[in-house]
């Protein structure tokens, strides 16, 4: 009993420990990782849904990869303090990420909600409703950039 | 007071203002919404390149009261204007002064547009010109002055409201019908057929030139090129 305990207390730390090892420079080299490789998969469905020859496959591996990532928790890489700092390139993120949590919070759970929306049109196949839901993705993609994403 | 009816706007102009105005109010929508809607921001990006470059030729070759050279104004223009010494038809010189800020305001807009990138899956016709260091720079400059540009509409506005309530002068008829009752002038002359055609020839190489068409084309992969994982 009392060795349990202590198991789950270690693990407790070390499961705290582990967000807070990753270091600034790092995370923001994450975050940025993250939302270059969504691009990528962004850019893989638009160019099936307009180049007329609409490859199924390509589109699922494509909206599962984002889909993933927008489930992965990315949140954790926001640390305190990282609204300054380089990554690959400095970063963008603007420090209202930081005080306007609430807002942040129903941005983030939308962009959620259409990348698994994303994946099962995806999984369907039908070229026209891949099209309408890639633009509903991108339209949650804005909502954030428009408020937290600083203008270069 | 002069009851002289002339021709002031030719076809062309009226056609030109109106085509702008509509379609810069569908640029700031769709702009402001994006999702799938930023794929008709980019063609009324074109569109309204193709609008601009048709005018910057008519302020030369068309009518009368649409060139340039009749209402640019000077700073002696200005100040005759604002002591109420000025007298003439057309754009007045503080009227000028917003037709040349909304063009060149114009001009910018689009060609930040052309090359600017959305971050997500949109890029400008033209952005592979340029480093994305740069379109992401002029993506910026297209979003700060994108409020700059509907400030300068609302006051576009605002003052026709005022020449139509205070001045009792209603600017809009002579913009839909290209005649003005009570003016102070002669018709507009100039601005034929063939000039049109020029005008016309020059807006549609611009319109090329703005798609990107002429780009060359990323050949796609080989079939057997790309790796199974």
Redesign the interface.
């Given at each position: 009993m009392k060795s349990k305990l202590l198991l789950s207390l270690l693990a407790i730390t070390m499961a705290g420990a582990a967000v807070a090892q990753v270091k600034p420079e790092d995370a923001i080299k994450f975050r940025q990782s993250g939302y270059g490789f969504m691009a990528w998969n962004m850019q893989r469905i638009k160019m099936n849904v307009e180049g007329g020859n609409f490859n199924k496959e390509e589109v699922v591996k494509a909206a599962n990869a984002i889909q993933a990532i927008a489930n992965s928790g990315m949140g954790a890489l926001y640390l305190p303090g990282t609204d300054k700092g380089t990554g690959w390139e400095p970063t963008r993120a603007k420090a209202n990420i930081w005080t306007d949590k609430e807002k942040l919070g129903k941005v983030a759970m939308e962009f959620n909600k259409e990348a698994n929306e994303m994946a099962k049109v995806a999984a369907t196949g039908d070229a026209a409703a891949v099209g309408v839901q890639l633009g509903k993705l991108g339209g949650t993609c804005k909502g954030c950039h428009d408020d937290f994403k600083a203008k270069k | 007071m002069n009851s002289k009816r002339i021709f002031l706007w030719d076809l062309p102009t009226r056609l030109f203002h109106w085509l702008l105005g509509a379609s810069v109010v569908a640029a700031v929508v769709t702009g402001q919404?994006?999702?799938?809607?930023?794929e008709w921001h980019g063609k009324i990006g074109i569109l309204i390149a193709g609008l601009l470059v048709f005018r910057l030729v008519w302020g030369v070759l068309g009518s009368t009261y649409a060139r340039f050279a009749h209402f640019f104004p000077t700073p002696a223009k200005i100040k005759a204007y604002l002591s109420g010494q000025w007298r003439g038809e057309g754009h007045n010189p503080l009227g000028a002064l917003s037709v040349f800020g909304l063009i060149a305001l114009l001009l910018v807009q689009v060609g930040s547009g052309l090359l600017a990138n959305?971050?997500?899956?949109?890029t400008g016709p033209l952005a592979d010109l340029v480093s994305r260091e740069v379109s992401?720079?002029l993506?910026?400059v297209h979003?700060?002055l994108s409020n700059v540009l509907i400030g300068l509409v609302v006051l576009h506005v605002a003052a026709i409201a005022f020449y139509a309530h205070v001045k009792k002068q209603n600017l809009v008829k002579p913009m839909v019908t290209g005649w003005k009752d009570d003016a102070d002038g002669e018709s507009a002359r100039g601005g034929g057929f063939l000039a049109l055609l020029v005008a016309l020839a020059i807006a549609l190489a611009a319109i090329y030139g703005a798609s990107g068409a002429w780009l060359p084309e990323v050949p796609p992969p080989a079939v057997g090129e790309v790796p199974t994982w």
């Open positions: - | 919404i994006g999702g799938n809607l930023i959305d971050d997500i899956a949109f992401n720079r993506t910026g979003h700060l």
